[in-house]
């Protein structure tokens, strides 16, 4: 069974505080790995996929890695705006397979 | 494009009642998911359809719940006999590739 686990459950930083949010998965076959933002009384939003070991992704303050057993979202000066639950899910490779099992997020809250 | 769009955004139902819920996917997304969210479990996945097809309804938590897509802009998941921890968010998503937009949910409240 796909099993996705976030830590740490939240993070309190202070504007300009860099740090990372971590995301350890484990999975038949990865096909893919996806972050998102869900603000208060919204939607997960799209933020990132990425395919294989190695690949990163960046998005204004944000840059996604990826490794065989985890993925880090990196967040550099961090401003208030930036404040949400980060979500991380997994899609395991197979068939037509389009499941994303989701972990249960972190709570990301940035002090002006 | 005005993304997928979901109704109602509340709905607060007694135990024993109906309830639907709908969402209108993205214009040329041919996957649409059905989505819960709880305190507890987090985002879970309910059902998916492609070109309105039910391919894995594994999620889904018993007979009560129900889902349709009778067409390619138009799906439904109903709620025949809703119960108090049928309480959650509720989230629709669509995709045309690996990538999934959501709804902004309905909220279910079950007395």
């Known amino acids: 069974e796909d099993q996705v686990t976030q830590s740490p459950e939240a993070l309190r930083l202070q504007e300009g505080e860099s740090s990372s949010l971590n995301c350890s998965y484990t999975?038949?076959?990865?096909?893919?790995l996806f972050w998102y933002r869900q603000d208060p009384g919204k939607g997960p939003e799209f933020l990132f996929t990425?395919?294989?070991a190695g690949e990163e992704k960046e998005k204004e303050r944000l840059k996604a890695t990826l490794t065989k057993k985890e993925s880090f979202l990196h967040i550099t000066a961090p401003k208030p705006e930036d404040s949400a639950t980060y979500l991380c899910?997994?899609?395991?490779?197979?068939?037509?397979?389009?499941?994303?099992?989701f972990g249960k997020g972190t709570l990301l809250t940035v002090n002006p | 494009d005005a993304g997928v769009i979901q109704s109602p955004r509340h709905e607060v139902t007694e135990m024993g009642q109906e309830v639907t819920l709908r969402c209108k996917p993205i214009?040329?997304?041919?996957?649409l998911f059905w989505y819960r969210q709880t305190m507890m479990r987090g985002l879970e996945l309910l059902i998916y359809?492609?070109?309105?097809?039910?391919?894995?309804d594994s999620g889904m938590p018993e007979d009560r719940f129900s889902a349709k897509m009778p067409n390619a802009s138009f799906s439904t998941l109903k709620i025949q006999p809703s119960e108090p921890r049928d309480s959650a968010v509720y989230f629709c998503?669509?995709?045309?590739?690996?990538?999934?937009?959501f709804g902004p949910g309905t909220r279910l409240t079950v007395t």
């Open positions: 998503a669509s995709s045309s590739s690996r990538s999934q937009y």
């Open positions: 999975v038949s076959g990865l096909r893919g």
């Open positions: 990425l395919y294989s």
């Open positions: 899910a997994v899609q395991a490779s197979g068939g037509s397979n389009y499941k994303l099992t």
């Open positions: 214009s040329g997304h041919d996957y």
């Open positions: 359809f492609n070109n309105n097809v039910p391919i894995d």
